[in-house]
């Protein structure tokens, strides 16, 4: 299992160095966020400061610098690279991108079997979706990234009683995943989902309180540090109107983001049609598998990571649902199918002989390593200024409209 | 129904209306936030000194919001940080002038006295 997961490893690093550059930055979302890392890298607590005051003047078109997470991660990639321009932050992505493949397999290392875990790290290796983010100065990758590990923490910590050390980690991990991208909130039902794991009654414990009370007091207690008291309460104001709201009503972006919940089953089958249509088919596998009852219940817990995982990904899509459908908004619900649909090609097959078990794994992760490369270089590769994965470039770049 | 039941019912019970509030608080703001200006929070501002000194730049900004691809007005905006000596603002709104025309004369001049001194 080593071996392969340092070959998806290997391969996921390669694939993202080859398509590493040739970009035509955006100066809309990628040259604020440019701009944010340039401030803090060069004029530190008060360049920060002075990005927060402009948001708070000028309202919807600037992104958010309240996300310190990505903004000190992109500073400091500019302190490393020795310089502060876009390819230091698509770097961030790209390394953000590798990362997240690791984070893929050890998540599902813990909801699933080791080798399913490693297809579920090659699905995350060559999704067309994640390739595409990776080589731009977007935070996509890094969210992804920060998310995964997050949920990672938590899942490692279920059905028992975990150390301090863990649960500090796993604060430290969901914190970080907020501070990246504050819309991780509507993630901590799949946390607390990963933690409980339905083993047992339902039991709240002051490791679940830390888990999900201390992550988001951490967050602000960051924002409030580095903006100071003078504009955090306003910066906190604006940041929650913003977060419910979503989208500035009738803006451009409103409209690109908009539609039916189910757009986004559209787009991530255009975008990722093997994985898609593996982990509807384990939805409907462990929705239709017939509930036993007591003793045989309890002894019955070779799914239960995969019903777990599926139960996140359901609430988790209800609450993105809410907000902007658009795929690359999506991205970490995306990971969370690679595992699911790994799990249904492991449990297809896990009965058979060894000879068949294999060479259907290996088919499957060759198939979609090849649609994965095609759907990326149609969408992303072919349009070095596409920076956004909406239906209608989905829908274009695959031929499928005029 | 037995106690374990009935806890899941009432767990789902209070898990959907969690969902409908939140869809209805979302529906709320929305509608609050259809019309102009747009929901830069000025309403909720807790700061009037802030809120004074945010007002001009609020509304160059809402002219951007009209034209958002115009290098002219990033670099109004940007000379207008400049003129109330805020230079890390400054340099930061220009740079996005200078982003979607790079030759704009007002904004290479005014990055150029925006990043004097800076490190």
């Not at chain 1, 402009?54 to 903004?71: N, S, Y």
């Not at chain 1, 047992?200 to 602000?220: E, F, H, K, M, N």
């Not at chain 1, 994965?372 to 409209?401: C, H, K, W």
């Amino acid at each position: 299992v080593r071996i392969a997961l340092a070959l998806v490893l290997a391969f996921a690093a390669a694939l993202r160095w080859h398509i590493h550059g040739a970009v035509l930055f955006s100066p809309w979302d990628e040259t604020w966020y440019l701009n944010w890392a340039n401030a803090v890298a060069y004029d530190g607590l008060d360049g920060f400061r002075a990005s927060v005051r402009l948001w708070l003047d000028t309202g919807w078109f600037v992104p958010r610098p309240t996300r310190w997470g990505h903004v000190l991660l992109s500073a400091g990639a500019c302190r490393i690279g020795g310089s502060c321009g876009f390819e230091q932050l698509a770097a961030l992505s790209m390394l953000a991108g590798v990362a997240a493949v690791g984070a893929t397999y050890l998540l599902a290392r813990t909801l699933i079997a080791g080798p399913a875990a490693i297809l579920a790290a090659s699905f995350t290796a060559v999704s067309a979706l994640d390739l595409g983010l990776g080589r731009r100065a977007m935070q996509d990758e890094v969210v992804l990234a920060t998310a995964l590990l997050a949920l990672y923490s938590v899942a490692r910590l279920a059905g028992r009683r975990p150390a301090w050390r863990e649960t500090l980690a796993a604060v430290a991990a969901l914190t970080l995943a907020l501070a990246v991208k504050e819309s991780f909130v509507v993630m901590f039902p799949a946390v607390f989902l990963l933690r409980w794991r339905f083993e047992g009654p339902l039991r709240i414990t002051g490791t679940d309180v830390a888990l999900l009370a201390a992550p988001p007091l951490l967050y602000l207690g960051g924002l409030l540090l580095l903006s100071g008291p003078t504009l955090f309460a306003d910066a906190l104001s604006q940041l929650i109107t913003q977060t419910v709201v979503g989208t500035q009503p009738g803006s451009p972006v409103d409209t690109v983001q908009g539609g039916p919940p189910w757009r986004l089953l559209i787009d991530l089958l255009a975008l990722n049609p093997v994985v898609t249509v593996l982990a509807v088919a384990g939805l409907g596998v462990l929705v239709a598998t017939p509930r036993r009852d007591g003793a045989a219940a309890r002894a019955e817990v070779k799914d239960r990571g995969a019903a777990v995982l599926a139960a996140a990904v359901v609430v988790s899509a209800i609450a993105l649902a809410m907000g902007t459908k658009n795929a690359r908004i999506w991205v970490t619900l995306n990971a969370l199918h690679a595992i699911l649909a790994a799990w249904f090609v492991w449990r297809s097959v896990e009965q058979r002989a060894p000879a068949w078990r294999w060479s259907v794994i290996a088919g499957v992760g060759v198939v979609n390593a090849l649609l994965g490369v095609s759907i990326y270089q149609r969408i992303f590769g072919a349009n070095p200024g596409e920076a956004d994965a909406v239906s209608l470039t989905l829908l274009r770049g695959l031929g499928m409209i005029p | 129904v037995t106690e374990g039941n009935r806890g899941r019912r009432d767990a789902a019970l209070a898990a959907l209306l969690l969902i409908l509030g939140l869809i209805g608080l979302r529906s709320v703001l929305r509608s609050g936030a259809a019309g102009p200006p747009p929901p830069t929070t000025a309403s909720v501002k807790s700061m009037a000194a802030v809120r004074q000194s945010a007002e001009p730049f609020a509304s160059l900004a809402r002219a951007i919001d009209a034209q958002p691809a115009s290098a002219d007005r990033y670099a109004a905006l940007g000379a207008a940080y400049l003129a109330a000596g805020r230079r890390v603002e400054a340099s930061l709104v220009l740079r996005v002038a200078l982003t979607f025309d790079p030759q704009h004369a007002a904004a290479r001049a005014d990055y150029a006295r925006a990043r004097q001194g800076a490190p």
